[in-house]
Nanobody, 125 residues
Framework: QVQLVESGGGLVQAGGSLRLSCAAS????????LAWFRRAPGREREFVAV????????SYADSAKGRFAISRDDARNMVYLQMNSLKPEDTAVYYC??????????????????WGQGTQVTVSS
């Protein structure tokens, strides 16, 4: 079992930055693919970024490309989402997700077995 706890959300002005953190419990953290999703009010949960367990490859939603960066520290069981140039449309609850091994469809939330409780990000205009 893996437990995920997000932190780092908050209120920021448009153009600002935030760094979200996700602390994971459990063993063999390095064998998990890790991702960030978000859910804005009235909208479906959407994929933001993924970092695969092997090789460190990443993928981003078009809305996140060039502004967000996902990273992981396997020694500390942590995954991060650095968000720059934030826009009001980035306002959402952000969730950390994990699943062991490879994920074939990284933007499909059903591919992930473990989820955090979420952290609120609010970007003011």
């Amino acid at each position: 079992q893996v437990q995920l706890v997000e932190s780092g959300g908050g209120l920021v002005q448009a153009g600002g930055s935030l760094r979200l953190s996700c602390a994971a419990s459990g063993r063999r953290f390095s064998t998990y693919t890790l991702a960030w999703f978000r859910r804005a009010p009235g909208r479906e949960r959407e994929f933001v970024a993924v970092r695969w367990w092997s090789g460190g490859s990443t993928s981003y939603a078009d809305s996140a490309k060039g502004r967000f960066a996902i990273s992981r520290d396997d020694a500390r069981n942590m995954v991060y989402l650095q968000m720059n140039s934030l826009k009001p449309e980035d306002t959402a609850v952000y969730y950390c997700a994990a699943t062991r091994g490879y994920v074939s469809t990284s933007d499909d939330p059903d591919q992930y077995n473990y989820w955090g409780q979420g952290t609120q990000v609010t970007v003011s205009s």
